[in-house]
């Protein structure tokens, strides 16, 4: 895993490089940047920005054309408040025809506490702050408005497996890999997008070796279920704001939320 930033660099010129090469009535390239602000910071059900709002800017470049869409960039996340978490990611993606998406992303998550694993160039498993997640999702279509996700940690700071040395010691005993699954319903009701979605984890953590689960869990279960909104506002001719709106519980810690937000 180490020098992962130079991989995605790599890769970034190869994919602009390759828009050259090609027909440019079938291949384009495009830049994106921008930034969501939420009143909260809610991932995968998981509470993740404390009471504060969150900034949450992105930077992506896609190439590709109507069969073929590679994606890299970055994005991250920063929240205001005493709990404040503080995220900084990369990813690479491929999606075929729109229908199925690949991802990788480097999760990178600081220890704003403890000092511990906040050196970015650190990929050493056991002391890293960072997590890498290969993800698969099947987009739906209009007429089966379906999605499925399934994400894996694979590599570096997820939740650990514990080995018991005696009666009073634990030692760490490798990752849990730990796995999301979510099922989604999508549609648009006149000038809205509306998705519905439900998720959760399939770990279930051995509390009798003190193992803790990568999404607050001691068991396998429910931690995304809810719905979201979302419309453009238009401002000028050319320019629309979109804005989002969502209820969101965490059946396994017994929390819902409302969470509202806009992007620029």
């Not at 894996?152 to 650990?160: E, L, P, Q, V």
Request: hydrophobic share 40%.
């Amino acid at each position: 895993m180490k020098g992962f930033s130079i991989v995605l660099s790599a890769l970034l010129l190869f994919f602009a490089g390759s828009t050259y090469s090609q027909d440019s009535t079938k291949w384009s390239a495009d830049f994106q940047i921008g930034s969501d602000f939420m009143s909260r910071y809610l991932w995968r059900g998981l509470n993740l920005g404390g009471s504060g709002p969150s900034i949450q800017p992105t930077l992506k470049l896609n190439i590709g054309n109507s069969n073929h869409q590679f994606s890299i960039g970055a994005w991250g996340a920063y929240t205001f408040g005493p709990t404040a978490n503080q995220e900084a990611d990369l990813f690479v993606s491929y999606t075929f025809k729109g229908l199925v998406t690949l991802m990788v992303t480097d999760y990178f998550f600081p220890d704003l506490y403890t000092g511990k694993r906040n050196d970015y160039f650190c990929y050493t498993s056991d002391s890293t702050g960072h997590v890498f997640e290969g993800l698969i999702m099947f987009n739906g279509t209009a007429k089966f408005p379906f999605t499925l996700l399934v994400a894996t940690n694979f590599y570096g700071n997820d939740a650990r497996r514990m080995k018991k040395v005696n009666d009073t010691t634990f030692v760490e005993n490798g990752i849990q890999y730990s796995t999301y699954i979510e099922l989604g319903f999508k549609k648009h009701i006149k000038g809205f997008d509306f998705n519905a979605f439900v998720g959760g984890t399939i770990n279930n953590p051995d509390t009798g070796l003190n193992e803790t689960g990568y999404y607050a869990n001691s068991a396998a279960g429910l931690t995304n279920v809810g719905i979201k909104v979302a419309r453009a506002i238009p401002v000028t001719g050319s320019y629309s704001i979109p804005i989002q709106a969502s209820l969101i519980a965490n059946p396994l810690q017994n929390k819902f939320y409302i969470v509202f937000g806009f992007s620029l």
